[in-house]
């Protein structure tokens, strides 16, 4: 009701606002070195919503209805933006020729998106966010991307859910998790270029949208520039090698328009020891212009990438081997073997109408995405842990025993470990020399099918007055089981539970094989719908506007086993999970004069909880989250613009609190041989992220540009939630905390303990060079601060004080010295400096371009972040494993980089 009560109003506004009097701004836009006309070129007035693109011979007539001086903006993919400062004053301006000068740092993005690659190589560090500001060109949000992401650094502390990222209108979020899956289009450069941001709560054309702001990349044919691409990149980050070849036809007189495009990346190890990579990429387009306000586009794409995965690891074990080590691999005959890779293969296939008119347009779609995410893991089941860093074969196992430190013992651990510090893998079949395995490699498998479709209509009642609406429903089915990869040599896997001997699936016999199905099987629905109604309104000095949405979900598990240990709740339906929310954001911003202007947004948005944090254990059972809720997002921000002919920037002061969160996670217990699997469940949990963005770019000249951006963030937590322990069998915890099956932990102490959300201090400045004989150079040095390692739950709930030999508090644990014991970690500041350079020739209609790029000039050793492990579940257990100074159960880290290198040489005719 409140949904449609705010679009009537809107409805309302419209049709009583009058049209007014305007400035007429027009002119041609040219290529300078062959005066060709640049069509879809965006033109803008900087403060304005006012925007319009040039046409097919690269005509624009814009208008405005406020006068004074302003800064006409003139963009368009791989040209210089073109900025002119013009004084409007009730008349009409013609500027005649305008010439765009290619940007011969417009390969840079192949640089981000190297940066991309890294950042989502393992769910742990998925959350970053550089990915989606491709299209900006925000010196400040430039930054984030290109220099601070290879920190991890999310901007205003959000991740990547908290942003829209769509294809052709088509929103890309998923539905488990919230978060677009960049491997979807990953490799794909060529034809993802062409894309709109909106900033934050600004507003977009396309959708309500994130707090994070919002990406709709736009792969038409009739917006890529005609002719052949191709370029071969080098670089030592995540891959070694890539070759992208793409071919845009002319518009044929039928219509028709095609792209086609592929790419193929591939290394044998990144620069994290035994990361292999090997990734291809294809896509199509072929649009048809059906007369001159209608166009149809069908849309391909398929995009595979395979990987080995990396750990983090602790200060003892990076202190042995260096921060480049990964112990998830080692050598079978002669090869690097990876035991944790991660695949993606989900090719999604697109129809698009579209209609535009003076007045109306409207982009309708509809796409399908089948494919699977696996991710191959080592199980053992009555063996000895494979882990080559497992606790118990490390130094600090002998140095912190309960009955004395062993220093010989230690020392051979060291030295053994030294001697074979990766995956055994003739040790792992010579364990399997019996039928039955001792050791499994299967993959954890999710088979999705999606339905998404959309439809967003953009209205211009007047020159001042726009509305945007739009629905958009996706439908989901995914299938979820365990795969056996390979057996080792044995003949079968016994499908039991090693703990409590009990059997995964009463339903079929326990012994299973190689491509097997076992361990867990279920499927996840989901329904989700979204109407949004948006309105815009400018006058004079005043723009303003308005939005609000309503989403319905509905998500249910069904589970295929029959699990003996849960046998009356893990086969069959669940109770299906129905969410309904709303969602309001405005904005109001005023022009002090062309140049200058303040803005301020705010929202207030209910959104339901992610499928990912519905269920407590859905490998096994139906149960949900107790008194699950959705979430409340309250954000505000104030801006303040400066755009003068040599100087832009950008100051903004942020708020945001997110209210009622769940957040359910899953870890290893570790008992001796085998472990036990655990999740743990958080609710009602609430986070404070605030702070301030500057950023500023002076032209010192018409070659030489400064640049100087910071970053001020506090990020913390702003409640004490509840925490919910779950074992799926009673005696493997007795190390963790003498748990029985489920256990209420109560009130976990975290309130003001920081958010493990990368750095929440950043700085830079940097500068470039261009020189009129089309080669450039540029330099940033970085220096990032307050970065926290995450913090473990359960050490904070008042089950940490309680002995549980004895069931009273231990007597030592007294505020003081438990304080101590848990203070938050903070992360060593660090500098980065990054170099960047290219060149560029233009001979006969024929266009080459080198790019390279130098990160972590001076290859400083930095962690990325970090978590406390979660083992020593009580005070007594914490302080006997730290009198040392060299914890068994200590923090593990991420590292970044070292120096690396990209390359890229592209040949375009």
């Known amino acids: 009701m409140r949904f449609f009560l705010v679009s009537f109003f809107s409805m309302c506004i419209c049709l009583i606002i009058n049209g007014q009097e305007s400035n007429l701004v027009s002119g041609y836009v040219l290529t300078s070195d062959t005066k060709e006309p640049i069509a879809d070129g965006l033109i803008t007035f900087e403060g304005s919503a006012t925007s319009i693109k040039t046409d097919q011979v690269g005509f624009f007539e814009i208008s405005i209805f406020n006068s004074g001086n302003f800064i006409l903006n003139i963009t368009a993919s791989g040209y210089l933006v073109k900025r002119i400062p013009i004084f409007l004053e009730d008349s009409r301006i013609d500027l005649g020729n305008i010439l765009l000068e290619r940007d011969i740092a417009y390969d840079q993005t192949d640089n981000l998106v190297t940066l991309t690659d890294a950042e989502f190589s393992d769910e742990e560090s998925s959350m970053v966010t550089s990915g989606l500001l491709q299209a900006t060109r925000d010196v400040f949000l430039r930054r984030a991307a290109f220099d601070f992401g290879q920190a991890f650094f999310r901007v205003r502390g959000y991740d990547s859910r908290n942003g829209t990222v769509m294809i052709n209108g088509l929103p890309m979020n998923k539905l488990f998790d919230g978060r677009p899956q960049w491997n979807n289009w990953g490799g794909l450069n060529d034809v993802t270029r062409n894309q709109e941001y909106s ?16 990406t709709n990349l736009d792969t038409r044919p009739s917006g890529l520039r005609p002719g052949f691409r191709f370029s071969a990149s080098a670089s030592n980050r995540t891959y070694a090698g890539r070759l992208m070849a793409t071919y845009t036809s002319p518009t044929k007189s039928n219509g028709l328009k095609y792209t086609i495009s592929s790419s193929r990346r591939w290394a044998k190890e990144g620069y994290i020891d035994g990361t292999l990579y090997d990734a291809y990429s294809v896509f199509g387009a072929l649009e048809y212009q059906i007369d001159a306000k209608n166009s149809l586009m069908a849309t391909a794409i398929w ?11 602790t200060e003892e074990v990076q202190e042995l081997v260096g921060n480049g080590y990964n112990p998830y691999w080692g050598i079978q005959n002669g090869e690097i073997r990876n035991s944790r890779e991660r695949k993606i293969a989900e090719p999604m296939f697109m129809l698009n109408h579209y209609f535009e008119s003076d007045k109306f347009s409207l982009n309708s779609g509809i796409s399908y995405q089948s494919g699977i995410h696996s991710k191959s893991r080592l199980g053992y089941y009555n063996a000895p842990n494979p882990d080559p860093v497992y606790y118990r074969y490390l130094p600090s196992f002998y140095i912190n025993s309960p009955i004395g430190a062993n220093f010989i013992s230690a020392d051979m651990a060291r030295l053994g470990f030294l001697e074979n510090p990766q995956m055994r893998w003739e040790a792992i079949y010579a364990a399997n020399f019996n039928d039955k395995a001792a050791y499994v490699l299967y993959d954890d498998v999710v088979e999705d099918d999606q339905l998404t479709v959309n439809s967003v209509g953009n209205i211009k009642f007047s020159d001042p007055i726009k509305m945007n609406v739009g629905l958009s429903f996706k439908q989901l089915r995914s299938d979820n089981y365990a795969k056996i990869k390979d057996l080792f040599g044995a003949d079968f896997h016994e499908d039991i539970d090693p703990f409590s001997n009990t059997a995964n699936n009463l339903d079929e016999s326990s012994d299973r094989y190689e491509n097997d199905i076992f361990n867990y099987h279920y499927t996840l629905t989901a329904d989700y719908w979204n109407v949004f109604s948006q309105l815009e309104y400018s006058h004079k000095k005043w723009r303003a506007f308005m939005a609000a949405q309503f989403s319905s979900s509905v998500y249910q598990r069904n589970g295929l086993f029959k699990n003996e240990r849960y046998i009356d709740n893990s086969q069959g339906k669940s109770a299906s999970l129905t969410f309904s929310n709303f969602g309001y954001k405005g904005g109001l911003s005023y022009q002090i004069t062309g140049r200058h202007w303040l803005s301020v947004n705010g929202a207030m948005v209910e959104r339901p909880a992610v499928i990912q944090n519905a269920f407590v254990n859905p490998r096994e059972n139906n149960d949900v989250v107790p008194n699950l809720q959705s979430e409340t997002v309250t954000s505000t921000d104030i801006n303040y613009f400066i755009r003068l002919p040599k100087l832009t920037g950008r100051l903004t002061g942020f708020y945001t609190r997110f209210q009622h969160t769940t957040d359910v996670n899953y870890f290893y217990v570790d008992a001796g041989v085998g472990s036990d699997f655990v999740q743990e469940v958080i609710t009602d949990l609430d986070k404070l992220h605030m702070g301030t963005e500057l950023g500023l770019e002076y032209e010192v000249s018409s070659s030489v540009k400064l640049s100087a951006v910071a970053a001020l963030g506090k990020y913390l937590y702003a409640s004490d939630p509840n925490v919910t322990i779950n074992f799926d069998t009673a005696g493997a915890e007795e190390d963790l905390i003498n748990l029985e099956g489920v256990k209420d932990l109560g009130i976990a102490k975290i309130k003001d303990y920081k958010l493990a959300q990368g750095p929440q201090k950043a700085f830079a ?12 150079v540029g330099g940033t040095a970085n220096y990032l601060a307050n970065n926290y390692a995450n913090i473990s739950m359960i050490t904070r709930t008042p089950s940490f004080y309680i002995d549980p030999e004895t069931g009273q508090a ?13 203070k938050q970690e903070r992360l060593d500041n660090f500098y980065l400096l990054n170099l960047v350079g290219g060149k560029s020739w233009l001979k006969k209609g024929k266009y080459i371009s080198v790019f390279a790029s130098i990160n972590n000039v001076f290859d400083t050793v930095f962690r990325t972040g970090g978590y406390e492990q979660s083992r020593n579940g009580n005070y007594g257990q914490l302080k006997q494993d730290n009198l040392s100074g060299n914890p068994s159960f200590a923090p593990k880290y991420w590292y970044g980089y070292g120096r690396t290198y990209f390359l890229n040489v592209a040949y375009s005719f």
């Open 765 to 776: 400045v940097g500068i470039e060079y261009r020189d009129p004989k089309y080669w450039w």
């Open 199 to 214: 900033n934050g709560l600004d507003p977009s054309g396309y959708t309500f949208g994130g707090i994070l702001g919002n």
């Open 810 to 822: 231990f007597p030592d644990a007294t505020e003081e010295n438990v304080a101590r014991l848990l």
């Open 303 to 313: 995009a595979s990438n395979r990987r080995g995965r990396s750990a983090a690891i």
